[in-house]
Each structure stands twice: as C-alpha cells, then as structure tokens.
C-alpha cells in the first residue's frame, strides 16, 4: 500500500479488494470469499469481492478507486436493476475522499477507507436479488470449486495476515 507526501492513502485496485476482503471475513464472518470472478453466471456481472456467510446470506463489494470508474460502473445492467445484481447485501468501497454518501444508489452502502481504518459512511439495505441474480451466485461458487478440483492455484491468508 502506498503513501505519498504522509498523508494521502493511495492504494491500488487490488491492494483495496484485498483489504476489503479481511474487512468481509471479520465484520460479517464470512468464510468464503471469491475476489474478481469473471462472470459466467449468466448476469455477465464481474465483481470485485462476492462473499458468503455460513447461512448463505452473500455480500458483494466493489472498489472505486476514481471517481469516474465509479460513474461509469452505473451504466452498466445489473446497476440498473437491482434485482439483476449480485449480492444480497452490497457495498462500495473507495479510499476517503473519492466518494460521498450521496453518490451512492439506494440501497448500497459505502466504505471510506484510510491506511488504518475501513469506516462505514452509509449503510447498506438487504436487496431481494431475482432467481437468475442467484443462479448466477451459484454458478461462480461451482466454478470456484472446479477450479479447485482442477488444480487452480488457490493462495489462502493465515488468521490475522494482511
């Protein structure tokens, strides 16, 4: 992670997916975490980080680390329409500064992130996703799975690392 000038926290995409991912497994323990899947789930939807508790409950969080990749991520379909989308409970998340409360659609939330600390400036609402959104859900895990069986590499973090 980077610092310039002392002060202004300058991650990369996946330095931030990675912390966002601890933030996941700690704050809503979740066990199971896939970080930027392409979508072969049948909404075509890529996310950053889609997580699962042990109950089943999924999160989705996507990392902005500009505002005009923030602005350009609402064009897409699954945005539109939130039942489309994956993750019952949906964030964004970007370093302090980059986004405000009122950027963020209804029913997201949003994480401001500093070199030490995640702090949650709206909070998200449980979306009622349609079948495909979990179907589509489902076919990411069976691919993660798949892969696994078929010898992908899968690098896991130790209890506290990171």
Known sequence: MA???GKDYTPTHRELIDR?????????NCPV?????????????SPDILAWRADGKSYL????????????DKHKPWRRNMDDGLGQTRYYAAPKGI??????????GLLS???HQVRELKQPEAIKQNETAVRAEMAMLIRALRDLRLGAVI???EKGEG
């Open 3 to 5: 610092i310039i000038k």
């Open 20 to 28: 966002m991912s601890m933030w996941l497994e700690r704050k809503y």
């Open 33 to 45: 975490t896939l970080l930027e899947r392409l979508g072969h789930g049948g909404t075509g939807e």
């Open 61 to 72: 969080i996507e990392v902005k680390i500009s505002r005009s990749d923030f602005h350009a």
């Open 99 to 108: 986004l405000k409360p009122e950027d963020i659609p209804a029913g997201w």
């Open 113 to 115: 992130v500093t070199e």
């Open 155 to 157: 690098v896991q973090r």
